[in-house]
């Protein structure tokens, strides 16, 4: 999120893609996609966030009160960017060791 909190979202740019493909192509590379299933839900809350209870949960004994979450959820604004984080920290791990 911005200083505004606004949700800021990192995408590749075309010309990036344009670069890797042409790159690939011309050294004869193979390119592979993956797609990580529960991505958002991977990433660390930095953190409080406080949600209410979903329908279907609702706690006889404590019917107003709000959940404290311990983990990422879809639907939170913050979880792109957790995700992303998380992401980038393995991906300078992963290349820190290899030098």
């Not at 042409?22 to 004869?28: D, P, R």
């Not at 949960?57 to 792109?80: C, I, R, T, W």
Request: charged share 25%; proline share 4%.
């Amino acid at each position: 999120m911005d200083k505004n909190g606004k949700v800021v979202r990192k995408n590749a740019k075309l010309e990036a893609i344009h670069i890797l493909l042409s790159f690939a192509t011309h050294y004869k590379k193979r390119l592979h996609q993956m797609d990580v299933k529960c991505a958002f839900l991977n990433g660390i809350i930095n953190e409080e966030v406080f949600v209410k209870q979903p329908p279907g949960f609702k706690s006889d004994a404590f019917p107003n009160h709000v959940l404290k979450l311990k983990m990422e959820l879809y639907g939170l604004k913050q979880a792109p960017h957790a995700w992303y984080e998380k992401l980038t920290s393995f991906f300078m791990m992963v290349f820190k060791e290899e030098k």
